[in-house]
């Protein structure tokens, strides 16, 4: 039996892939089923989908709900540039995955328990304990905790592992109609203001395509404090819209056009969950996903991350192997695709 605690997409798809694999699941889940949460859009890799593949999903469903990505453009302020073909990457309005993954959950038996938080989770000897809703259940089985960045679970194991501000607000937009740009379509735009030129240090982002009923995606990364939570989550664009153009002035054109079009923009503190110092993976009690290493969303990897954190800990119950060991290998696997990632960030040219 195993229970998941977080109904995001990892949670989603791991609970969906175990209980088809006709292992007993029950998913406890604070918002009521099918809510998107989180940013307005995402990317996903070939590894990301590979991962929902190997849990199950099917490949031809997953096509039909994105949009792919054929390559992937870098520009800074400096004058750097740098391409390359994209690796599978589709871009997934987020409401559209968790509709794929909820579909996948609705038909595999599991259970799911939506409506109330978990507001702690305890060990008790070689059991968890749940705290939901005013009622307690000891759990002597594995328990995944899959509840995001601001992780109960996580909390309760390792109280000092808290998360990190990662010195950007966020901003995801999307247009209420396609558009056309003069930028190449169907592939996902970067522009990097240099701080040291005159810029605020902001990356601008954005991808459009001619397919028909699709909407152009935007986002920008503003290096400034942390805001206030009641300034977070979606917002009027008009609150925002001249921050934007006063970040992001060598895209000015482009962003006049991108703000025309928006209604509101999803705002976001980004931030990480540092690995340094956790406690090694153990059972009964599991740490996935943004519950146990997000990291900003400029890495452009938490979702592709957590998927193959199910994928692993699927695998591991299916072959009875052991499930904290598949995680300490995939936290070895993050931390070396991290350090690749950061030598490989283009530098400004001399």
Do not use: C
């Not at 592939?187 to 909407?215: C, D, K, M, Q």
């Not at 300034?231 to 664009?237: A, I």
């Amino acid at each position: 039996m195993t229970t998941i605690i977080g109904g995001g997409i990892a949670g989603i798809a791991l609970a969906g892939a175990l209980a088809r694999a006709q292992d007993k699941v029950t998913l406890f889940e604070q918002q009521s089923a099918g809510s998107t949460g989180g940013g307005a859009f995402l990317f996903l890799d070939q590894r990301g989908h590979d991962a929902l593949t190997g849990l199950g999903l099917d490949r031809d469903a997953l096509h039909a709900a994105s949009h792919p990505v054929h390559g992937l453009d870098y520009t800074n302020s400096a004058g750097t540039h740098s391409s390359r073909m994209g690796q599978g990457h589709r871009f997934w309005l987020r409401r559209n995955l968790i509709g794929v993954l909820t579909e996948f959950l609705d038909g595999s038996g599991a259970e799911v328990l939506a409506g109330a938080a978990v507001t702690d989770v305890t060990l008790d000897g070689g059991a968890a304990v749940v705290h939901r809703g005013g009622e307690t259940t000891a759990i002597d089985s594995l328990l995944i905790g899959a509840d995001g960045i601001d992780s109960v679970v996580r909390a309760g194991l390792e109280p000092q592992r808290r998360p990190t501000y990662a010195g950007d607000v966020v901003l995801y937009g999307m247009t209420t109609a396609g558009l056309e740009l003069p930028t190449p379509p169907d592939v996902l735009h970067f522009y990097a203001e240099i701080p040291e030129l005159g810029g605020l240090g902001s990356t601008f982002g954005h991808v459009w395509s001619r397919a028909e009923n699709t909407t152009a995606l935007w986002f920008l990364r503003i290096p400034r404090p942390p805001l206030d939570a009641d300034d977070l989550g979606f917002r009027p664009v008009g609150e925002w819209a001249d921050t934007v153009l006063e970040a992001a002035p060598s895209n000015r054109e482009i962003l006049e056009t991108l703000l025309a079009l928006t209604d509101s923009v999803h705002v976001s503190n980004a931030r990480d969950v540092p690995l340094e110092g956790a406690a090694a993976p153990s059972t009964p009690v599991l740490l996935v996903g943004d519950s146990d290493h997000a990291i900003t969303p400029a890495a452009g990897v938490g979702a592709r991350d957590a998927l193959e954190d199910a994928l692993a800990v699927y695998e591991a119950v299916r072959s009875a192997n052991s499930p904290a060991d598949a995680m300490a290998a995939r936290r070895g696997q993050i931390l070396a695709d991290r350090e690749q990632a950061r030598r490989a960030i283009p530098r400004p040219r001399p």
